[in-house]
């Protein structure tokens, strides 16, 4: 029988999911008060679920991003790097990026504490 994932990777899941259908409420329900997030396509980091909410909408209001977790990867404790399919539209539907990309998760206290970008998890050898 296969072993349970991890609570952590159930929240991210969820998270996932939550962003995906923009359901910011419910994503931000995941994070802790001082989570600190990527301005992926702005450069530096928001930090809290007010600035999180504001970097979301005003992204949403630019670009259609859709991000579907692939693969888990638990690192040391607290951390686990999660291999992403990321595709990003045009508000026209346009395609402007598609590409695999690494998101590291850092946890407190069962929450999501900050997200960063990075390469994606190498499938052992690198290109």
């Given at each position: ?31 802790t008060?001082?989570v ?36 888990f ?7 686990i790097?999660v ?41 052992g050898?690198?290109?």
């Amino acid at each position: 029988m296969p072993a349970q994932p991890a609570p952590e990777i159930e929240l991210l899941r969820a998270a996932y999911a939550a962003f995906n259908a923009r359901d910011i409420d419910a994503a931000l329900a995941l994070m802790t008060p001082d989570v600190a997030w990527p301005r992926a396509f702005k450069g530096g980091f928001v930090r809290g679920p007010e600035e999180v909410r504001a970097y979301w909408t005003e992204q949403w209001s630019e670009i259609n991003g859709r991000v579907e977790p692939i693969s888990f990867h638990p690192e040391d404790a607290g951390h686990i790097l999660v291999g992403v399919h990321q595709v990003v539209r045009d508000l026209a539907g346009a395609v402007l990026a598609d590409e695999h990309v690494g998101h590291r998760f850092t946890f407190e206290h069962g929450l999501i504490q900050a997200m960063e970008v990075c390469p994606p998890p190498s499938s052992g050898h690198s290109a």
